[in-house]
């Protein structure tokens, strides 16, 4: 059995980048853009953890609703920035997903909208710029039933990759027989999840992270990753779908 050192190596160096990018990965060397080498050999960057927003999400919440996302945050948007951002760090590829999944809070209908609108965004951004760019959808997975109609379209229609998902669903892990459905759906389809946390405030009283040091995030995030994990382990998720 190969080592964690091993094993990193060989997934880091090419096989969860070459997964997200289809399979292949491009030459991609470009005169503006910093070369990166491992051991004296060029190799292909993928970024499997960036996001991005879609501001136009707002034009169709309900009247007095209260913007829950930022549309400005730095780094966020789509546009030539984020090309050139790319090309200065020597990443040649981003798998691109929305997260915060604040749209875990709205009704079917509503989160079934913001949903089409992120991945067919994702899917027009990523046509343009198709060396450059992959997509993982967002699923609304508060309706289980919804999000694997949504995987389905997202990766058979629109070309997305897989799929991001939050740690928890109201504070509850998504590994009840309830969401059985999903992951039915992301075994038959066979593409990868990438869980993102959020703090650990599924986990932590309010306020138990507050203070320096930033530790929702060093401390919660992979807290709440170590809780996803071992519910989707003693579940019985991983067994019931051995595929995934």
Not at 70 to 82: A, E, H, Q
Not at 111 to 140: N, Q, T, Y
Request: net charge negative; with cysteine; hydrophobic share 45%.
């Amino acid at each position: 059995m190969s080592n964690r050192r091993d094993f990193l190596r060989t997934a880091g160096h090419a096989t969860v980048g070459a997964w997200l990018a289809g399979g292949t990965l491009p030459g991609l060397a470009q005169s503006s853009r910093r070369d990166v080498t491992v051991g004296g050999e060029p190799v292909t960057i993928v970024d499997i953890h960036a996001h991005c927003v879609f501001g136009e999400v707002a034009d169709i919440l309900p009247e007095g609703m209260q913007r829950p996302f930022n549309p400005d945050f730095p780094g966020l948007t789509l546009g030539p920035d984020r090309l050139e951002v790319m090309d200065a760090r020597g990443i040649d590829i981003q798998a691109l997903s929305v997260n915060n999944y604040w749209w875990y809070a709205q009704d079917r209908d509503l989160a079934a909208r913001i949903v089409r609108m992120h991945d067919e965004g994702l899917a027009k951004w990523c046509a343009m710029h198709p060396d450059r760019f992959v997509a993982l959808s967002s699923v609304a997975l508060q309706f289980p039933d919804l999000a694997a109609e949504q995987l389905q379209y997202a990766v058979n229609e629109l070309d997305h990759r897989g799929a991001s998902i939050g740690g928890h669903v109201a504070n509850e892990p998504p590994t009840t027989a309830e969401y059985d459905v999903f992951w039915a759906k992301v075994e038959e389809l066979d593409v990868p999840i990438f869980m993102h946390p959020n703090n650990a405030m599924n986990v932590v009283r309010e306020g138990g992270l507050a203070g320096r040091g930033n530790l929702g995030n060093i401390v919660g995030n992979p807290l709440e990753t170590t809780v996803f994990l071992t519910h989707m382990m003693f579940d019985g998720v991983l067994d019931r779908f051995p595929g995934l």
